[in-house]
């Protein structure tokens, strides 16, 4: 979230605009910036919830969201303080080499479970429940898995290569996005898919009536003529997802 404070009062003398010093007014006071915001806005602003100006901090991988949120808070013991991120990552695994895929992938599978089991468990919550559970279970998993990341992130590749991010929900194109994308690539040898698969895998789909299974574009891809070769080369990496599991 980011407020935009209002410019200096400007004065037009003769067509040349003229700011006028702001100790010649009145003094306002700060909470009036605010009080035309919405009230979840103002109640986030009241609790030290808006990152403002540290994004770029967060952009480069300097601080978590929840260090920016909590910096002034430090001895704040709870759950989303700053005094735990990271700590449960540290005192659980010391490892220094960069993170493997399959670490990743392991680490996101389980997460997904314990969110699921979150989401049954507050199933009749109300959705300040519902957030209020998320939240947590994201403070407690989530970010100190981020700050190991951070920590032990591979090295960025030097050798051309291209990584392509797809995300396909439900998506029955999803098979025709990756053709296209090897079939046009100038160099298709040195492009990487990561696909989320975000599929229902039931005869009844919680969206959609009388909708079966969706089609696998993992399996299509991998098994045809064109896509076999890209594959066993590991230029395809799939993270599974059911569609109840989603989050958009």
């Known amino acids: 979230l980011f407020l935009i404070t209002p410019a200096p009062n400007i004065t037009h003398i003769d067509d040349v605009k003229v700011s006028e010093p702001l100790s010649h007014h009145r003094i306002v006071d700060p909470r009036e910036r ?12 009241a ?3 808006v990152v403002g100006d540290q994004l770029q901090e967060v952009k480069d991988g300097k601080k ?9 808070n430090k ?13 449960g990552a ?15 992938l392991t680490f996101l599978n389980s997460f997904l479970k314990k969110l699921n089991s979150s989401n049954v468990k507050n199933k009749h919550a ?7 559970a998320y939240h947590d279970l994201v403070g407690k998993y989530l970010y100190p898995w981020d700050q190991e990341y951070l920590r032990r992130m591979p090295s960025r590749r030097q050798d051309g290569s291209i990584y392509l991010s797809v995300v396909s929900f ?58 076999k070769k890209y594959c066993n080369n590991g ?3 799939l993270l599974q997802m059911k569609e109840s599991e989603s989050l958009g």
């Open 34 to 45: 605010t009080r035309k915001l919405p009230v979840r806005v103002q109640n986030l602003l």
């Open 47 to 49: 609790q030290s919830q």
């Open 64 to 72: 978590t969201v929840e260090e920016a949120i909590h910096q002034s």
């Open 75 to 87: 001895q704040d013991s709870g759950i989303g303080s700053s005094a735990r991120i990271g700590a």
């Open 90 to 104: 540290l005192s659980r695994n010391q490892k220094t080499a960069p993170m493997s895929l399959n670490e990743i």
């Open 126 to 132: 109300t959705f300040h429940g519902i957030w209020s």
């Open 170 to 227: 439900r998506d029955e194109f999803c098979v025709e996005t990756l053709n296209d994308a090897f079939g046009k690539a100038k160099s298709p040898d040195n492009l990487f898919v990561g696909l989320i698969q975000q599929n229902c895998e039931e005869e009844k789909c919680r969206r959609g009536s009388n909708v079966g299974p969706d089609p696998d574009c993992y399996n299509l891809f991998c098994s045809s003529t064109k896509g």
């Open 235 to 237: 230029q395809i990496r």
